[in-house]
């Protein structure tokens, strides 16, 4: 029999006991051996639920069982549960967590602590809840150099831009309701401002590339300015609007950024809609390859969580090696990366000779009244940028700029 411990009795913590209960016998076929929960850590009291007799407040608890193999920590968040889980591995306890926080920042630390210790340091649900994305780049997609992975990779904010589209609802009614669904994080902002995807595919280029992307180099755009009006120009334009977290390899150099995105209606993300993540990969000998699932919840991230456990259980005493050294990937100055976008202003006739003056030739959006939408041409986002200002300087204010998938459009 192995016992755990799980950290946080909040939305994924209780998914985790949940599960736990629900499959405990495939989960004992699965795992050889049955999986007890002996603690669960948490400041609060949850009189009559199923855990009101194995909560503890004191960590230490925890840390001097030897009972205790394996430790879930789903309380979020860098502190305190990057002391924890560094002190767990060195007691020689795996740790399977669903903190993208924590992994985007101590990721390689902590896998060179597990390591060294003879276990594990498993974070499948940190990407895309319930999909598995980790374990396939770490195992199924090694003789692949991994080229690209473009992915809705948070629920919260595709959820809200599903929603706006649809049901022309607006930004706080929405995001109301998938706070109340459990979707969202603590603080709105994190989703909303895309550091919470910022995190994610720091962790995912971090795991293609071998190295480790600091997520503070990556250029990062939420979705705050989008408007109905953008939705109306994506309708013209038969695209979809998604918060886009990407990196990819240009020769020897690569990129990151997190930024809204328009998709031309047949790219395979442009359908990935509600609280569901997609992430594309390409390998240069696989080529594409598609994950698609819930990527945000209680029971989704509960039951990746879950299969780290089991995975930690399978492999007692054994390191599950996860390339992902400590070096520094270098990735491309901001100015550097590639861009099409699209940018709009309030109609006026004169403007457009302007436009074309600063960018040339461009495409012109027509259909939706009161305002001009134009596309513009390839450039890098520094020609964009000083091409943006000179505008600003000219006196044309452009409302908002969303850029395009331009492999597609
Ligand atoms: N707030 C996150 C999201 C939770 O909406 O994707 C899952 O990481």
């Known amino acids: 029999m192995a016992k755990i411990a799980v950290l946080g009795y909040g939305t994924v913590g209780s998914g985790v006991v949940e599960v736990l209960s629900t499959n405990k016998d495939s989960i004992a076929v699965k795992a050889e051996t049955s999986i007890d929960i002996k603690y669960v850590l948490d400041l609060k009291e949850f009189p009559g639920t199923p855990v009101e007799n194995l909560l503890v407040k004191d960590y230490d608890i925890i840390l001097e069982d030897e009972e205790v193999d394996v430790i879930a920590e789903v309380m979020g968040g860098v502190e305190p549960a990057y002391t924890f889980v560094k002190k767990a591995l060195l007691k020689g306890k795996s740790v399977a967590t669903s903190n993208k926080e924590l992994v985007a920042k101590h990721g390689p630390e902590l896998l060179a602590i597990a390591k060294e210790n003879h276990v594990n340091f498993l974070f499948e649900a940190s990407v895309g809840g319930g999909i598995p994305i980790i374990r396939p780049l770490n195992k199924s997609l090694t ?12 629920g919260t904010t595709n959820f809200i831009l599903t929603k706006m589209k649809n049901e022309r609802l607006d930004f706080d009614t929405v995001l109301k309701e998938a706070q109340d669904l459990g979707y969202a994080e603590l603080h709105p902002e994190a989703d909303v401002e895309g550091y919470d ?6 962790i995912l280029a971090s795991l ?3 190295s480790h992307v600091d997520f503070e180099d990556i250029h990062t755009e939420g979705i705050t300015k989008i408007s109905q009006v953008d939705f109306q120009f994506a309708e013209a334009m038969k695209m979809e609007i998604k918060l886009i977290g990407r990196c990819e390899k240009v ?23 509600d609280v569901f993540n997609g992430i594309f990969v390409q390998g240069n000998v696989i080529g594409d390859v598609m994950f698609y699932g819930a990527g945000a919840g209680k029971l989704p991230t509960a039951s990746a969580v879950v299969a780290d456990v089991i995975d930690a259980v399978k492999h007692k005493g054994k390191n599950i090696i996860v390339k992902w050294s400590s070096d520094p990937k270098v990735l491309m100055a901001t100015e550097e990366i ?10 006026t006739d004169e403007k457009i000779e302007l436009v074309e003056s600063v960018f040339g030739s461009v495409e012109w959006i027509e259909g939706v009244e009161g305002h001009k939408g134009f596309v513009t041409g390839e450039m890098t986002e520094g020609e964009l940028s000083t091409k943006l200002v000179e505008l600003g300087q000219k006196g044309l204010v452009i409302e908002n700029l969303i850029r395009l998938e331009s492999k597609v459009a």
């Open 208 to 210: 293609a590339f071998g």
């Open 338 to 347: 590639p861009v099409k976008a699209f940018a709009r202003f309030a109609d």
């Open 251 to 273: 020769d020897d150099k690569a990129f990151a950024m997190v930024s809204p995105m328009l998709l031309s209606d047949t790219h395979p993300l442009s359908h990935v809609d």
């Open 143 to 154: 003789a692949d150099e991994i080229m690209e992975i473009s992915g809705i990779l948070n």
């Open 197 to 202: 995807a910022c995190r994610k595919i720091a």
